[in-house]
């Protein structure tokens, strides 16, 4: 059974930066694509960010691209969300999510992630 655990959320005013990080347990999320994904209350889970199981390709929403950089440690099992220039629209709860049906950025669809952490909060005050 595998496990997602983020950690690194908090409160941050505009313009501040956040580095959320993931931390992948019990499977081989090495060979996974990850990504990230944020949710606010009553709105469907919006996609942010994805990565190959290398690292070597990624994707991003538009409202975050320039901003926003995912990053992964296989060694680790870790992989990590960026996040510079913080906006207030940015405030949710963002979540950490794992492919296993694809090693590549294929699929930025939350439907297409069987594994999901518990979320992180962060807040930017303007």
């Known amino acids: 059974q595998g496990q997602l655990v983020e950690s690194g959320g908090g409160l941050v005013q505009a313009g501040g930066s956040l580095r959320l990080s993931c931390a992948a347990s019990g499977r081989t999320f090495s060979t996974y694509a990850m990504g990230w994904f944020r949710q606010a209350p009553g709105k469907d889970r919006e996609f942010v960010a994805s990565?190959?199981?290398?690292?070597?390709?990624?994707y991003y929403a538009d409202s975050v691209k320039g901003r926003f950089t995912i990053s992964r440690d296989n060694a680790k099992n870790t992989v990590y969300l960026q996040m510079n220039n913080l906006k207030p629209e940015d405030t949710t709860v963002y979540y950490c999510?794992?492919?296993?049906?694809?090693?590549?950025?294929?699929?930025?669809?939350?439907?297409?992630?069987?594994?999901w952490g518990q979320g992180t909060q962060v807040t930017v005050s303007s």
């Open positions: 999510a794992g492919d296993s049906r694809h090693m590549g950025v294929s699929d930025v669809r939350a439907q297409a992630f069987d594994y």
């Open positions: 990565i190959s199981w290398s690292g070597g390709d990624t």
